[in-house]
């Protein structure tokens, strides 16, 4: 009897490890869960994702995780010059609004057109609304205010390494984008209870390491939110 009810035990103790390790999987695409440290700079409660097992120590991460903490603290300051030394010198970084991107009509900045986009105040069209499509006008700066660092990424609690963490009702096509590069989301869930956690946001930082030596270089940003 003792021994049949040890068992019943053990049975429901790994049907809950099962299913914990199913939601996990499920949140992050195909990523999996790693609980090893992140880079002194990220947010330190900050929970790392990865996308492949391979890819699980931190130490391989290190360069990449760097590289996104430099972007993330460039834009907090409002640093564009610094911002545009991170930039990819030959494809430069592409701004996409809302999850899908696309090379049509996203709008590309090599350095040197980024340090100047940041002076000159030129509005420029970004894409277009979610739903009420309407033109998304705005200078450098307030780009960046308001589809960029509309909040502190720095903070983030939750940070996918080339895995998706976010999932709305845009197609989300980084992979398919970006084929031959990495990507950071850095990811904050749905606060207000009111809303059934459709207040979340991510900011995907997409970069490029062409001669594999862990240099990597920012080609993209891309903003993320639920949206109707």
């Not at 991460?61 to 991170?86: F, H, I, R, Y």
Request: proline share 6%; hydrophobic share 40%; charged share 15%.
């Amino acid at each position: 009897m003792k021994q049949r009810a040890l068992l019943c035990v053990l049975a429901l103790l790994l049907g809950a490890s099962a299913g914990l390790l199913l939601n996990v999987s499920q949140l992050s695409g195909r990523g999996l869960l790693a609980p090893g440290a992140i880079s002194a700079s990220a947010a330190p409660s900050a929970v790392l994702f990865t996308a492949q097992a391979s890819a699980i120590d931190p130490d391989s991460n290190a360069p990449l995780l760097e590289a996104g903490s430099s972007v993330l603290a460039a834009l907090k300051a409002g640093d564009l010059q610094t911002l545009a030394a991170l930039v990819d010198p030959d494809r430069g970084v592409t701004f996409t609004s809302y999850s899908t991107v696309d090379p049509r009509s996203d709008l590309t900045f090599l350095p040197d057109q980024l340090s100047q986009a940041g002076m000159n105040r030129t509005p420029y069209v970004w894409g277009y609304t979610q739903g009420k499509g309407d033109a998304i006008t705005m200078t450098l700066p307030e780009y960046l205010t308001s589809y960029v660092f509309n909040i502190d990424y720095t903070q983030a609690p939750m940070i996918g390494v080339d895995a998706l963490l976010s999932s709305g009702n845009s197609l989300e096509n980084v992979r398919d984008a970006y084929p031959e590069d990495r990507f950071l989301e850095y990811y904050f869930p749905g606060q207000d209870p009111e809303v059934g956690g459709l207040d979340w946001c991510a900011l995907k930082l997409v970069f490029s390491d062409r001669d594999h030596t862990g240099s990597y270089r920012l080609v993209g940003i891309i903003h993320s939110e639920w949206t109707i």
